[in-house]
């Protein structure tokens, strides 16, 4: 899609002049086949962080609200997001990331369902679980470290994949599933906050 490459060259200008942007871990990102790439959510600007850092493209869930933007609308089909009902089981939602995963591409989620006011890292929603378990795709823990201060260092750090194929197997929940992501992603944000 012309449009994300587009997008994508904009915003790494626009991140990498306004941040200190470090990224690390991006050789443990599956080259090909079905992702789920899971993240603490610290801002509006994880989405357009996490598209320029990760070495594929990404398709994000956003809220049903964004588009109902005429303008906005059109641009976030092009970038490759799709809209969500928040706060109730979207089926179409969970579908449409199914498909995607189904069709060997990246699918990105914030499992908290929303930012962090504290930068804290809060509890994950089922839906991340959900999908690790419905699909095959291999999962990948990311944390996002910083203020987004002005000039200030932003961490990116992505995990390696977490082995779920036991699990798929073994009948855990979806909320299970989900907790396990959380906790890679604690682990990540604790070795790497110093």
């Known amino acids: 899609m012309w449009l ?4 994508k060259a904009i915003c790494t200008a626009y991140y990498k002049f306004l941040y200190k942007v470090e990224v690390m871990g991006a050789n443990h990102f599956p080259k090909e086949g079905s992702v789920l790439l899971v993240s603490n959510h610290i801002s509006n600007n994880d989405p357009p962080l996490l598209g320029i850092t990760c070495p594929r493209e990404i398709s994000f869930m ?8 005429p303008v906005l609308k059109s641009i976030l089909y ?3 997001a799709f809209p969500v009902k928040r706060g109730m089981s979207d089926r179409t939602a969970l579908k449409t990331g199914l498909a995607l995963l189904k069709e060997g591409q990246v699918l990105g989620l914030f499992p908290e369902g929303t ?3 504290t930068g804290e890292l809060g509890t994950g929603l089922a839906g991340a679980g959900f999908f690790a378990l419905r699909s095959n795709a291999q999962v990948v823990p990311c ?7 002005p000039f200030s260092k932003i961490k990116v750090i992505y995990g390696e994949p977490i082995d779920f194929e036991s699990m798929r197997l073994g009948k855990i929940s979806a909320q299970e599933a989900t907790d396990i992501m959380m906790e890679k992603i604690r682990e990540l944000i604790e070795k790497n906050s110093k």
Do not use: T
Request: charged letters at 40%; zero cysteines; proline letters at 0%.
């Open 4 to 7: 994300y490459k587009f997008g």
């Open 62 to 69: 956003a809220k049903e609200e964004l588009f109902k933007v």
């Open 78 to 80: 092009r970038i490759r």
């Open 115 to 117: 930012r962090s006011r």
């Open 143 to 149: 944390a996002i470290i910083g203020s987004y201060k």
